[in-house]
């Protein structure tokens, strides 16, 4: 079955306090990771699509990663802007390949 | 321009209310998404509609009702809720699905600011 997995579910950082969360998937056959930033109460907003191992984009502050079986957020020097949820979706290749999968999310909260 | 626009941005209805919610996109996207989101969960994939059509319905009870009347517009008419059924409802909309050789990057999903929505 496919799965998406995040970690940690939540995570405290102080301002400046480099971290990275992690987003590891079984899937049949992937097609897309996607990764979105969601405030309380508002809908997800698109940060970066990956599709192949190697892959890395950056975005200010962020940079994600994508290994075969993972993909890692590298957030540098966060500040309390960041703090958010974080959510990590999935497109397999196979019947189901018309949906994200997403994770349930990580919680950041970046403490001044 | 990746905007998605949701309307209205909080509602509060009684059980025996018919009430519509609305999502409109003009970026020439061609397949258009319901998501419903729990508190402190991830969306939750209601229906798909391809270039108009309904291609995905995820065994969603019929109090819930979409509607695509064009490219740009999508509706989801609301009769008979229970209070669980009040959440976050998400809708999005990315230039392709996959069944129709979307790649990673067209099919990348926009989503709008959803809909608050309490069921009284």
């Known amino acids: 079955e496919d799965q998406v997995t995040q970690s940690p579910e939540a995570l405290r950082l102080q301002e400046g306090e480099s971290s990275s969360l992690n987003c590891s998937y079984t899937?049949?056959?992937?097609?897309?990771l996607f990764w979105y930033r969601q405030d309380p109460g508002k809908g997800p907003e698109f940060l970066f699509t990956?599709?192949?191992a190697g892959e890395e984009k950056e975005k200010e502050r962020l940079k994600a990663t994508l290994t075969k079986k993972e993909s890692f957020l590298h957030i540098t020097a966060p500040k309390p802007e960041d703090s958010a949820t974080y959510l990590c979706?999935?497109?397999?290749?196979?019947?189901?390949?018309?949906?994200?999968?997403f994770g349930s999310g990580t919680r950041l909260l970046v403490r001044p | 321009d990746t905007e998605v626009t949701q309307t209205p941005k909080h509602l509060v209805m009684g059980m025996t209310n018919k009430k519509s919610l609305k999502c409109e996109q003009h970026?020439?996207?061609?397949?258009m998404y319901w998501y419903k989101q729990k508190a402190k969960k991830p969306p939750e994939l209601m229906f798909v509609?391809?270039?108009?059509?309904?291609?995905i319905n995820e065994s969603v009870p019929s109090r819930f009702s979409p509607e695509c009347p064009n490219s740009s517009l999508l509706n989801l008419h609301l009769h008979a809720l229970q209070p669980e059924d009040s959440a976050l409802y998400l809708c999005?909309?990315?230039?392709?699905?996959?069944?129709?050789?979307?790649?990673?990057?067209?099919?990348?999903?926009?989503f709008g600011q959803g809909t608050r929505l309490t069921v009284v």
């Open positions: 999005a909309s990315s230039p392709k699905d996959w069944y129709r050789g979307g790649t990673a990057t067209t099919t990348t999903a926009f």
């Open positions: 899937v049949s056959g992937l097609r897309g």
């Open positions: 990956l599709y192949s």
């Open positions: 979706a999935v497109q397999a290749g196979a019947d189901s390949s018309y949906k994200l999968i």
């Open positions: 970026m020439g996207h061609r397949a």
């Open positions: 509609y391809s270039y108009e059509k309904l291609s």
